[in-house]
């Protein structure tokens, strides 16, 4: 088994194993941090998962940085990883792509040895009606969906589906689908937290039925995630600043019906944003209709409002849209004017 530890010493670590990957470019001292127990094993895979990883694209440099940061990768055997590379590459077009993820996130791939798990996860996924781009996406962006257990992603599906059904919806399974490709996160959340943020919104914004499921599928989706203390902070600190300026609690309300992603903004910075924009002379109204331009930061913010006002650009007139636009599609607004 690929388990075996020296009885007689523990503590004696696996020298022919530590001088292979030493010659591979292993961090060592890395590696040792992250999972000690495994130079102690007599019987290791390392160059089976090398070939294995040579043969589908992997560069030497790759594979060292693999092991440094995922030594347990070394004790898969070859079976379970071309099982494993099969199921993936079920969901990507090219072996290339795979390896770009086990660059960037390697546990997602080696952490888990079971690969039925995975099956039955990108089965039920699938079975939401997800299709294969977003699966896709899921894998990419949060791969550690795939590991979670089948009855950790099913009760948060059906989180989803109560939710839909309380606010009188009927597609459940549509709204599941909807807010998850909407943001992958969730599934990597407790349902306790999603939950929670799903009740503050309603009730912190009042909201009737339709517009709670029209928010949920939309920008609204995207915050579900946010720990539910920066949530709630970041919602009496933007209520509190927008009172400051004059706004109405209907105001508040439009602004983040308009876009919820601003609540991700921590304190300091919507301040610091806002203020931007009110000293640059935009009237708070406008922010209210057009909250998406506290997506740039203030530096961008402040040297847009200087060229326009060098232009004698008038907001009141034109509305702030130019100033939420990429760098390319803001200059050549610029050349425009």
């Known amino acids: 088994s690929h388990d075996k530890t020296d009885p007689s010493n523990v503590a004696s670590e696996n020298k022919s194993l530590l001088e292979n990957l030493s010659l591979l470019g292993v961090d060592i001292q890395m590696a040792r941090r992250r999972q000690p127990a495994i130079f102690r094993k007599i019987q290791t895979n390392e160059q089976e998962l090398i070939d294995f990883l040579e043969q589908?694209?992997?560069?030497?440099?790759?594979?060292?940085?693999?092991?440094?940061?995922?030594?347990?990768?070394?004790?898969?055997?070859?079976?379970?990883?071309?099982?494993r590379w099969r199921l993936w590459r079920g969901i990507?077009?090219?072996?290339?792509?795979?390896?770009?993820?086990?660059?960037?996130?390697?546990?997602?791939?080696?952490?888990?040895?079971?690969?039925?798990?995975?099956?039955?996860?990108?089965?039920?996924?699938s079975s939401l009606g997800i299709k294969p781009k977003d699966l896709h996406r899921l894998l990419t962006m949060a791969p550690r969906i795939f590991s979670n257990t089948l009855a950790l992603n099913r009760m948060m599906v059906e989180l989803l589906d109560s939710v839909c059904k309380?606010?009188?919806?009927?597609?459940?399974?549509?709204?599941?689908?909807?807010?998850?490709?909407?943001?992958v996160y969730i599934l990597i959340r407790s349902t306790k937290r999603v939950r929670s943020n799903i009740e503050f919104l309603l009730s912190a914004l009042e909201l009737n039925n339709d517009e709670a499921l029209k928010l949920l599928q939309g920008h609204?989706?995207?915050?579900?995630?946010?720990?539910?203390?920066?949530?709630?902070?970041?919602?009496?600190?933007?209520?509190?600043?927008?009172?400051?300026?004059?706004?109405?609690?209907?105001?508040v309300r439009e602004l983040i019906l308009n876009y919820a992603?601003?609540?991700?903004?921590?304190?300091?910075?919507?301040?610091?944003?806002?203020?931007?924009?009110?000293e640059g002379g935009i009237d708070?109204?406008?922010?209210?209709?057009?909250?998406?331009?506290?997506d740039y930061s203030v530096t961008t913010l402040k040297h847009r409002l200087d060229q326009l006002h060098q232009l004698g650009y008038d907001f009141d007139v034109n509305g702030i849209s130019i100033l939420d636009s990429s760098t390319k599609r803001f200059k050549s607004k610029l050349e425009k004017l």
Not at 230 to 251: E, H, I, W
């Open 56 to 83: 589908k694209g992997a560069s030497r440099d790759i594979i060292a940085s693999i092991i440094s940061r995922f030594p347990r990768a070394i004790t898969r055997s070859e079976e379970h990883l071309e099982e």
């Open 92 to 125: 990507f077009n090219t072996d290339a792509e795979v390896v770009n993820i086990l660059k960037r996130s390697p546990e997602s791939f080696f952490r888990s040895s079971d690969n039925s798990n995975l099956e039955k996860n990108i089965h039920y996924l």
């Open 166 to 183: 309380s606010l009188g919806g009927t597609e459940n399974e549509k709204f599941a689908r909807t807010v998850i490709s909407r943001n």
């Open 220 to 251: 609204g989706a995207k915050i579900l995630d946010l720990s539910h203390k920066s949530l709630k902070t970041n919602f009496r600190n933007l209520n509190l600043k927008l009172k400051s300026l004059g706004c109405s609690q209907k105001q």
């Open 261 to 278: 992603p601003t609540l991700f903004v921590s304190s300091d910075t919507l301040k610091q944003k806002l203020d931007c924009l009110v």
């Open 284 to 294: 708070i109204r406008h922010i209210v209709e057009k909250p998406k331009v506290m």
